[in-house]
């Protein structure tokens, strides 16, 4: 059998987000694999580390790629990417479902298309309504 190396590569920083959902790292990894099923990823395992004396990171390997997230609660900032191969799961749903959970006041968000040659770089359109006004 013969795999394409076509990839989408989703990116957001996000700012203006809730201390306390940024400093859980057990709910991050729980959103975390809600988002990966979410988008129809196969989640092969999961990795978190709650920092003191705040911050958090998961990480969330995926049969597709990866699924993570960094944050900083004392900024109310996280950064998040998904990377996934093939053509069946999509990347922007997993980050989708993250913005929605995590409601964040501004996300900056770019995409990367890969395996194809050269990168593209595009910029998402994420769903306005994940976003608080």
Partial sequence: MEYSTFGRHVAVDTWG???????NA???????VEAAEVCGATVLSVQSKQFEPQGATVLVLLSESHLSIHTYPE???AALDCYTCGETVDPQLAIE???????PEV???KKLVRG??????????LKQEQLVK
């Fill in 26 to 32: 057990e709910w991050l990894q729980a959103q975390m």
């Fill in 107 to 109: 996300a900056h968000a």
């Fill in 75 to 77: 900024k109310g900032f």
């Fill in 17 to 23: 987000v809730d201390f306390d959902l940024l400093n």
């Fill in 116 to 125: 194809m040659g050269e990168l593209q770089v595009e910029t998402p359109v």
């Fill in 97 to 103: 479902h993250m913005l929605s959970v995590l409601k």
